[in-house]
């Protein structure tokens, strides 16, 4: 048997882009999943890619409340970052509710962080994606870590949060606008406040 054959991998995506055939094929027998805020361009992509698994979701903060949010979520009670959830969490304005309910049922391998478009104002931006990630990968149950890509870290807020929520000391590699963590699984018993 060949080794693609041995590995199924889950692995989600913020963003449905031209690369995206392309990850999909990396992993024949996983789950690969792109959520994506576009539905025009979810059609044509899938026009021309039919095999691939996209949904439109749609993102609640904007840019400009990135100072905000942060600030927010810093000032309120926590009940600590390995306890933090993310369906349902109406309490957490960062917290992203309204994804498809296979996202919050698997422990994904894999996040890549590429979307929404964040570089205006009023634009959807990250920061509920990577608060969400970072969550995500604390409450796996399996063994193993979760790798997660944020894409734009030379952008202040993208590099703010990844800073806050996926945490310097996770951080395994970058080149130039990408970098990738390896977030592990909070163990039990552990009650820290914050993420990192």
Sequence with gaps: MALKDKIEFTTSFFGLGHHSLMWATFNPNGLTLFLE?????????????????????????????????????????????SKAYVRGNTRRRLALTGLP??????????????APKGYYAEAPCRMGEIYSAGVMARNRKGSGVTHVFLH??????????AEEFLCKKYLKDGTGRLWHFEIPPAGNGTTADRFC
């Design 152 to 161: 734009d870290v030379d952008r202040r807020v993208e590099k703010m949060y």
């Design 101 to 114: 309910d296979v996202v919050y049922a698997k422990e994904w391998d894999m996040i890549m962080i590429d």
């Design 37 to 81: 805020e576009d539905p025009k361009w979810i059609q044509t992509v899938l026009n021309t890619a039919p095999v691939l698994k996209a949904v439109h979701v749609k993102y609640r903060a904007q840019l400009q409340q990135a100072v905000e949010l942060l600030t927010t979520y810093r000032v309120e009670p926590v009940c600590g970052a």
